[in-house]
């Protein structure tokens, strides 16, 4: 079964200040991979995906992410983050669950905060 | 408008009760989830439900009912509600198969058992 790991619990940035968050997932095959994004009260929103083809993926709000197969790694990255980025982000592996409830395999999220 | 609705966002009830939450989505999508939010934030699915057929996560207990009318409405009954019930519950559709689609969640529902 497919497993995702986010080793950061809760990271601490200065607004205007890069930003990486480390994703590694745990599959046999090539992986769906994705980034969502939890703001307070809300619900969940894809921030990008990678399904195969470049590695380096781009998507909203000025986020980026890299496939890496031989770290097994999708970490998420952005140049400068803004006070507005301070939420929950989940990694997650798309996957068939072999019988189970094919959804998300979530890691269990990266609190982001963001200091003036 | 908004793609997936659910309600109520926050539902607090007795321990041993039965409810429900509702979840509708617009975007005309032939799969629909449920997932449970822990107290530590961790997301894990509960149901997929697509074209009739319901796939259910082996730990969910059969407490837990989903309910479709129709393509539109995945509704979420619970039985005999316990203490270890209490999260968030997300309702999610897409289209076709999860795994690679990308998958549309809904606000949330608070529920709080006493």
């Known amino acids: 079964a497919q497993s995702v790991t986010q080793p950061d619990i809760h990271i601490t940035v200065s607004e205007g200040a890069s930003l990486e968050l480390r994703c590694n997932y745990s599959?046999?095959?090539?992986?769906?991979l994705f980034w969502y994004v939890q703001s307070p009260g809300q619900g969940l929103q894809l921030l990008l995906k990678?399904?195969?083809?470049?590695?380096l993926v781009q998507g909203i709000k000025g986020f980026e992410a890299e496939f890496k197969r031989s770290q097994s790694s999708f970490n998420l990255r952005k140049p400068s983050v803004h006070w507005s980025d301070a939420a929950e982000y989940f990694c997650a592996v798309g996957a068939p669950s072999g019988g189970g409830a094919d959804g998300l395999t979530f890691g269990k999220g990266t609190h982001l905060i963001i200091q003036p | 408008d908004t793609a997936v609705s659910q309600t109520p966002k926050y539902l607090v009830t007795q321990m041993g009760n039965d409810k429900s939450i509702k979840c509708e989505q617009n975007l005309g999508h032939d799969t629909m989830y449920w997932y449970k939010q822990d107290s530590k934030k961790f997301l894990k699915i509960m149901f997929s439900?697509?074209?009739?057929?319901?796939?259910i996560n082996e730990t969910v207990p059969n407490r837990f009912s989903p309910k479709s009318p129709d393509k539109a409405h995945l509704n979420l009954h619970i039985n005999s509600l316990e203490l270890g019930d209490s999260a968030v519950y997300f309702c999610a559709a897409s289209r076709g198969q999860a795994f690679y689609n990308e998958q549309f969640f809904g606000p949330g529902t608070r529920l709080t058992v006493l």
């Open positions: 439900y697509n074209n009739k057929e319901l796939i």
């Open positions: 990678y399904f195969s083809g470049d590695t």
């Open positions: 599959y046999g095959a090539t992986p769906y």
